[in-house]
């Protein structure tokens, strides 16, 4: 399913949050503490930049932070809806994560990642699937990184190996 999936967006989730036009980041994940959402939110004080969204999936807080929409807990059958509007990825994991099956799938999706250089996610993440961040438990690496991809997007960034990976959902 996640292989499968082109570019563009899906209508119903795109509607409903607003996103036509607009540069979609995307957090998807379980709100623990190590899968560094908090990292990513202050980032995104910052780094806030107009026509910009982050669409945080797996996490539901009274927090109100310009362009961040929570979209709390989604069934897993609906997470490639997400994945399909989003442009950019960020996996910002504190931890030293064994498989980033999120960030796979992300990837799988045609989306520039930026993830965090922790376990096993450099064994499968590549130079074009986006950035690895060496140093990620920095605010200001999240920061220049989030621009470096927002701008990548801008130019026309496309996965060239989307639908070639090893990685599929499957």
Not at 60 to 85: A, M, T
Not at 138 to 152: G, K, Y
């Amino acid at each position: 399913i996640f292989s499968a999936i082109k570019r563009g967006g899906d209508d119903e989730i795109s509607k409903k949050y607003n996103l036509k036009g607009k540069t979609v980041f995307l957090w998807l994940s379980h709100d623990r503490k190590k899968k560094g959402l908090s990292i990513i939110l202050n980032a995104w004080k910052i780094f806030n930049k107009e026509n910009s969204v982050l669409l945080v999936v797996g996490a539901k807080r009274d927090l109100q932070i310009p362009n961040v929409i929570f979209v709390g807990q989604v069934e897993s059958f609906n997470v490639h809806k997400y994945y399909k509007c989003a442009h950019i990825y960020l996996f910002p994991t504190l931890w030293k994560e064994g498989f980033g099956l999120s960030l796979s799938q992300a990837i799988c999706s045609g989306c520039f990642s930026v993830a965090a250089k922790n376990g096993g996610v450099e064994d499968f993440f590549t130079k074009s699937d986006g950035i690895l961040i060496e140093e990620p438990n920095l605010t200001e690496n999240w920061i220049n990184a989030m621009e470096i991809a927002r701008i990548q997007i801008q130019k026309g960034w496309k996965n060239e190996s989307l639908g070639k990976q090893i990685l599929t959902f499957d």
